[in-house]
């Protein structure tokens, strides 16, 4: 059973002298982690019983041993003697700490482990690029389709004629975890070009440093 982590947890006070803490399993140290909602794991001395887990974005210290508040992304309080624990919302992609806070069972004296790194990768995945002619109103649609596990991204459009770009637009966009999203641009073509003009849409993803791309081959409506 697992409640939100509370104030409570700083109120334990770090027995002087006292070395014992949990150990953390996994994600072990360094680790590069696939899912977005990681299941941690850890052991603890026979003496030792755990209260609560947190997940921070930096490995700063409070005096007491714990993270700054501030940088705690989640957190959990427990009532039986857990040894794992999975967020209930999804982590976005960066570097995070984790530790376990644990008492002693006979004085109840708080430990914190160490701060563990661990890093969940960028993940961004592209669908195929819908686009619609109208030759009525020289207008060519284009529909941008993705998923991805950051906070935020850009989506940029362009039409190419041979080397030279003729258009382009870009898009700042916020994303959620676990969602499908899209976007719409809109190119006119402009009196000059002749209509059925053989031209390369060009269509970019970024999301921090990583990227996707598609390539099509249209038609100037």
Avoid: C
Avoid at 23 to 52: C, H, I, K, M, Y
Avoid at 62 to 77: I, R, T, W
């Amino acid at each position: 059973m697992r409640r939100p982590l509370a104030a409570v947890a700083g109120a334990g006070v770090l027995a002087g002298g006292a070395l014992a803490a949990a150990t953390p399993v996994s994600p072990g140290p360094g680790a590069v982690v696939s899912s977005s909602r990681p299941t941690f794991s850890w052991s603890l001395p026979a003496n030792e019983r755990p209260q609560g887990i947190f997940v921070a974005s930096s490995p700063d210290l409070a005096p007491e041993g714990k993270f700054v508040d501030e940088n705690v992304v989640d957190s959990a309080q427990f009532v039986n003697d857990e040894r794992q624990w999975s967020p209930s919302s999804p982590l976005y992609a960066g570097q995070y700490w984790w530790q376990v806070w644990s008492t002693d069972r006979s004085t109840a004296a708080s430990f914190y482990s160490a701060p563990t790194g661990f890093t969940i990768p960028v993940s961004l995945n592209l669908f195929p690029v819908k686009t619609v002619r109208s030759t009525f109103l020289h207008l060519l649609a284009v529909r941008v389709r993705w998923t991805a596990n950051t906070h935020a991204l850009t989506v940029r459009a362009r039409v190419l004629k041979g080397r030279k770009v003729v258009w382009q637009q870009t898009q700042p966009q916020i994303n959620k975890i676990g969602f499908s999203y899209s976007t719409s641009f809109g190119w006119y073509r402009p009196r000059r070009m002749k209509q059925g003009t053989r031209l390369r849409l060009e269509v970019r993803l970024r999301a921090q440093d990583v990227r996707r791309s598609r390539v099509l081959v249209v038609r100037a409506p």
